[in-house]
């Protein structure tokens, strides 16, 4: 038998939204049974609360974000992936901005800081989603699938396919949440420069930093470009290793990547309110479609 979990104690972490550019408090604290997780934007009057929920979804462009009203809160997918993936039910995040600190890309901080507050086991009984028959989405001609199907656990895997010589097809897989930490924690999120490039033209990554996103070049780019980076990130002599990778970022995993996909498609999934038992095979994940599929696994059961 399986009981709902929440935190010891109340625990903060600080630092920049990744879009927005703004510096950001975020505190997790203990919740009783049956709350979920729950963000209250402190900073807004009446302190206003969002429910982490797939239906309150509102945007998916550059992550994925909540709204309930005057409560809105973005780029919560490395959140939920820390929670989902350390098995906490309930907690409410109190949040002074519209958008969640980026970190260092990935769910490592927030795992870390989590596993300091303590997880502490609750009364009550643990309540899973269950896939009791195969249900399958896609989006053709994005070529993008996805699969549930039945199984007494939780399996999950995702296949990627960026069609470059520095990142091409990659493959994740997680064969029990359990094994979240150490195996998906710590993978960062990435970008290509040429989008980076795009998103810096149009002011969208004012938090971005070489040290909370792998870079991948697929072109050497021209010094001045290397020189406009250098200047955006205050970092001094940015270079392209041998690898193809921005500056001298080392990969935690040769499938980073891939890992990071399957990171996000975790936290995503735990939109629906409950964790899942079944197996899910995802192609081409991203947070659109991670929400299309989760509402219709929701419609089904």
Known sequence: MTYTHTIKTSVSLSGKGLHTGKFVNLTFHPADENTGILFRRIDLPGQPEVLAHAELVFDTSRGTGIKNGPAEVRTIEHLMAALAGLQIDNVIVDVDADEVPILDGSSRLIVEALQKAGIVEQKQERRFFVIDHPVEFAIPEKNIFFKA??????????????????????SAELKDVSRFYPEIYNCRTFVFLHELQFLIANNLVKGGDVDNAIVFVTQMPEQKVLDQLSAFFNRQNLKVTENGVLDNVELHHANEPARH?????????????????????????????????????????
């Not at 990171?263 to 479609?289: N, Q, T, V, W």
């Open 261 to 301: 996909k399957l990171l996000d498609l975790i936290g995503d999934l735990y939109l629906m309110g409950k964790p899942i038992k079944g197996r899910i095979y995802a192609s081409h994940p991203g947070h659109f479609a991670n929400n299309e599929f989760a509402k219709k696994l929701l419609s089904e059961f």
């Open 149 to 170: 199907e039945p199984f007494d656990g939780f399996e999950i895997k995702v296949d990627v396919d960026y069609g470059t010589s520095i990142l091409a097809s990659q």
